[in-house]
């Protein structure tokens, strides 16, 4: 083993752990890459704050699609973000742009495909990507300032 999985291992047995203390025992945890994960039977994916950092985000999406079951859900949550410059002129949409210059655009332009989203890719960008995934409903379900929470279904 590697020492870039040695992290993992470590993550996922304390994952595990955790659960077991709180006395559920029916979740599964496993640790991998966006796309390719073990497993394709899950009930419930999620994304946090990651899809506008990965350089192939309908990579993953697709992985994520084949990973659930018929009935399954992907829950993304992403900065919250207008689709256009004017709608993120406001504090927050400022303060993702300069994270996004700093952060987001280079970790994904590093990465295979480099789609380079960044945190200001917008709800509109995001469905599209989803959508490429192989999903064929996505709604808004929550918002906050400073996030926006996206369920996908087959």
Same mark, same amino acid.
């Not at 993992?8 to 955790?18: K, N, P």
């Not at 890459?33 to 994304?47: E, I, Q």
């Not at 989203?117 to 989803?130: D, N, P, S, T, Y």
């Given at each position: ?53 990965? &350089?192939?985000? #309908? +990579?993953? @999406? ?10 399954? %859900? ?43 989203? &960044?945190?200001? #890719? +917008?709800? @509109? ?10 999903? %064929? ?18």
């Amino acid at each position: 083993m590697d020492m870039s999985h040695a992290g993992h291992s470590i993550h996922g047995a304390h994952a595990r752990a955790q659960a077991v203390s709180h006395g559920t025992s029916n979740a599964r945890f496993e640790v991998g890459l966006a796309k390719d994960y073990p497993g394709n039977d899950y009930d419930l994916v999620a994304c946090f704050d990651c899809l506008h950092d990965m &350089g192939d985000p #309908a +990579g993953p @999406a697709a992985h994520i699609r084949q990973s659930l079951k018929p009935d399954g %859900t992907w829950m993304i949550v992403e900065p919250m973000a207008g689709d256009t410059l004017q709608q993120n002129l406001n504090p927050v949409g400022r303060l993702f742009y300069a994270a996004s210059t700093m952060i987001c655009l280079p970790t994904s332009r590093s990465q295979k495909v480099g789609a380079s989203l &960044g945190a200001q #890719a +917008g709800e @509109a960008k995001l469905r599209e990507v989803i959508r490429a995934g192989g999903f %064929t409903r996505v709604r808004r379900a929550a918002e906050t300032p400073f996030n926006l929470v996206l369920e996908a279904r087959p």
